[in-house]
């Protein structure tokens, strides 16, 4: 079956057919990110309905802030082993959510699993790396979900960090300590994800092997 979804940038007037969950809830800050970034991210369409977004900010290396991005959606405070470029603007991928649309949105917080599987998530972040260069950051960071934890990966919104190899992306970091066993695997997390990180560790999965990678592509 051939696909019928496009990719492109978020433009401001997308705001009203896009779920708005993980962005900014205060308009001025949105409208601020739009004019500093030109975009808060990435989206995919299935004609004119918005099948799965990559969230995106900016920060300027050294430092790693932005002030107009949602505090609990900033991933930099769990970083552990990164060391940044003393300067240059870097484009960090916060979230993925394939299969979020406005319709599913209105029964559950539940994607649309039809989504799943057709290389969206491999799409946008194609997309977002592209504009990137072309919009002359030095760098694309992400975080990176371990490969073989789907339920994990979903819940938290990253792909996993062998795809970011295969795109050209590094291991710069890990999100916590790079040999414990994460939070989220010893219970702070939906019964659903839970029930996938039991099932690994009796199957005899290193607790390492549970920790979410920081990925980069240094594009200087």
Known sequence: ???????????????????????????????????????????????????????????????????????????????????????????????????????????????????????????????SMTWAHDAGYVAVVAPAAPPGLPSFAAWAGGMPWTTYARLGFTQVGTLGAPDELPAWARGDSPPHVMDEARGELVAGRDPENFVARLMMLDMR
């Open 1 to 127: 079956m051939a696909e019928t979804w496009t990719v492109r940038p978020i433009e401001p007037s997308d705001t009203d057919r896009i779920v708005m969950r993980c962005w900014p809830e205060d308009a001025a800050a949105r409208r601020r990110l739009f004019a500093r970034q030109h975009t808060i991210g990435m989206a995919a369409w299935d004609g004119d309905v918005c099948v799965g977004q990559l969230h995106c900010y900016a920060v300027d290396f050294p430092a790693v802030e932005n002030v107009d991005w949602p505090m609990w959606n900033r991933w930099w405070p769990d970083v552990v082993g990164f060391r940044a470029p003393r300067a240059g603007r870097a484009w960090c991928h916060a979230c993925f959510h394939v299969g979020r649309t406005l319709a599913k949105a209105k029964v559950d917080d539940d994607p649309d699993e039809t989504y799943f599987g057709r290389g969206i998530g491999s799409a946008l972040c194609r997309a």
